[in-house]
């Protein structure tokens, strides 16, 4: 197979010396048979540094202005943003940010002479996600089949799903039933087989201008959502009986800005969602978690949080070690109370809890594992994450394109560990007596992780590699029974002490 890399070229526009990393998910998409393989770099991008601090490249859109407190602003900021010719676009009262349009940078500056700001910045549209363009693929047709595990292509490729004992916790929970899961992405395909009737349209919701629809124009989003949820048709999910909303944040050209991500987790809070998946983000030097944009994104999430949302984020693909201390930080992964996952995958079909070659890691920079992919000397296809193609983003009738909403495509990142992630939220829902909060699904996840190397918080695993049956195992966090022991052998992990 000959393997192309999804990405964008490495650029540095940035004044002070740094660059700004973006996740796409490094997705690799087969393309054409041919003898060899070589494993590309990680995809790096490095778009322009954040407005205040350096206001030059990349699509400048509205002003963010940050109160001090959440609430209202007062009239007298409201009329001085029009004195000076600006309008409110956008009131977040929730959390205390404004949208504001049509002022230069020196006059929305000028906005931080109120007691009230806190601080003023101007958003960005940045290349979250790689391009429609910029794609290339190699697809595979299923038939129909009946349920999860009987999924047309889940014993050839789906060793996802069968190393966190996904195909375990489905025979003895409740596979996600009664519980909503948000992808904040580039859209979704809901004419896909595997999504038909798993949508719920009505709470579904498009942020990003200029698109007003949920549908994928990418591909990023179908792949995406058919990890957390799918009808068991072609492939296989891991809370197959979870409800599904889009909150679209990404176009067709996966550019989006920080103020239709804001609106998204706000979104989530507001209809209730069980938890949220984005898997994508930016690496920035530590000290930018300070800055206005920065702060905005996490008073989005907080109010989330505070809704009982599970926030779940990628956590980037630079092949990094953040451990606390360090001098970046990866965002929203790193967000107060949000789970950042990174990446595992096998060589060749063995090694399966290995590190993702361009997956981040460490105590601060990954808090669970979870598969992702890979594709390095030695690997074959079946080591990617196998997933749904958007026939939106590729309309041509199969072998050409994605069209008649039955075709499958293989990418790795740590973009496609997440939903693992997120769908176990899911999961561990449905399993419980009562309706939880975010608290209670994150411990239940990490509690339920496999230590792989004996530690409650690894500095390479963090707190360890996910295992859904773990996750809703006798105990607090839904006490379902194990399925019927199939004479395999157990795994005994010991627990160690934190580093």
């Not at 806190?118 to 299923?142: F, K, S, Y």
């Not at 009987?150 to 039933?177: E, H, K, S, Y």
């Not at 505070?306 to 790193?334: M, R, T």
């Not at 995958?345 to 105590?363: E, I, K, M």
Request: glycine share 12%; hydrophobic share 45%.
């Amino acid at each position: 197979m000959t393997w192309a890399r999804v990405g964008t070229e490495s650029v540095d526009r940035g004044r002070l010396g740094w660059k700004i990393a973006t996740l796409a998910g490094v997705a690799w998409i087969a393309t054409a048979c041919v003898d060899g393989a070589l494993a590309p770099d990680p995809v790096v991008v490095a778009p322009p540094a954040f407005s205040v601090l350096a206001a030059e490249g990349g699509q400048l859109r509205d002003h963010l202005v940050v109160l001090r407190r959440e609430g209202a602003p007062s009239r007298g900021l409201i009329r001085r943003i029009e004195a000076m010719g600006g309008t409110v676009a956008q009131r977040h009262d929730e959390i205390g940010v404004l949208a504001v349009s049509g002022l230069n940078d020196l006059d929305a500056s000028g906005l931080g002479e109120f007691a009230e700001v806190d601080g003023v910045g101007r958003d960005l549209d940045l290349q979250w996600i790689p391009p429609l363009e910029e794609l290339q693929l190699v697809q595979m047709d299923a038939g129909a089949e009946t349920d999860q595990s009987d999924a047309f292509f889940f014993d050839a490729f789906q060793w996802n799903m069968r190393q966190i004992q996904a195909d375990d916790a489905w025979l003895v929970t409740p596979q996600g039933a009664g519980a909503l899961v948000c992808v904040m992405d580039s859209g979704l395909d809901p004419s896909h087989q595997d999504l038909a009737g798993k949508v719920n349209m009505a709470v579904s919701r498009s942020f990003f201008p200029g698109e007003p629809d949920i549908l994928d124009r990418n591909f990023h989003g179908t792949f995406v959502s058919g990890i957390v949820s799918t009808n068991g048709l072609g492939v296989a999910s891991v809370a197959p009986d979870a409800d599904l909303c889009m909150i679209k944040i990404a176009g067709a050209q996966g550019s989006a800005p920080f103020a239709s991500i804001i609106n998204g987790f706000i979104w989530a809070g507001l209809i209730g969602a069980d938890a949220v998946n984005i898997s994508f983000g930016l690496l920035i030097p530590v000290e930018l978690l300070k800055d206005p944009i920065v702060v905005a994104m996490q008073r989005a999430v907080s109010f989330a949080q505070k809704k009982g949302v599970l926030v779940v984020a990628s956590a980037g693909n630079e092949g990094v070690k953040i451990d606390f201390g360090s001098p970046y930080a990866h965002i929203p992964s790193q967000l107060g109370g949000v789970i950042g996952v990174g990446a595992t995958a096998p060589v060749n079909q063995q090694d399966f809890d290995r590190l993702a070659s361009y997956t981040n890691y460490g105590r601060a920079g990954a808090q669970v594992m979870a598969p992702g992919g890979d594709f390095v000397p030695g690997s074959v296809i079946a080591d990617l994450i196998m997933s749904l193609c958007s026939s939106v983003a590729f309309p041509a009738p199969f072998p050409n394109g994605c069209g008649g909403g039955a075709v499958y495509v293989f990418a790795a990142g740590t973009s496609f560990a997440a939903p693992h992630v997120t769908g176990t939220s899911a999961v561990v829902e449905s399993a419980a007596k009562l309706e939880q909060g975010s608290s209670y699904l994150r411990q239940c996840i990490f509690q339920g992780a496999d230590k792989l190397d004996g530690r409650i918080l690894s500095p390479v695993y963090g707190y360890g590699r996910l295992n859904v049956l773990g996750s809703v195992a006798p105990g607090p966090c839904g006490g379902v029974a194990p399925p019927p022991d199939d004479g395999g052998d157990e795994q005994i992990v010991e627990e160690g002490a934190t580093d």
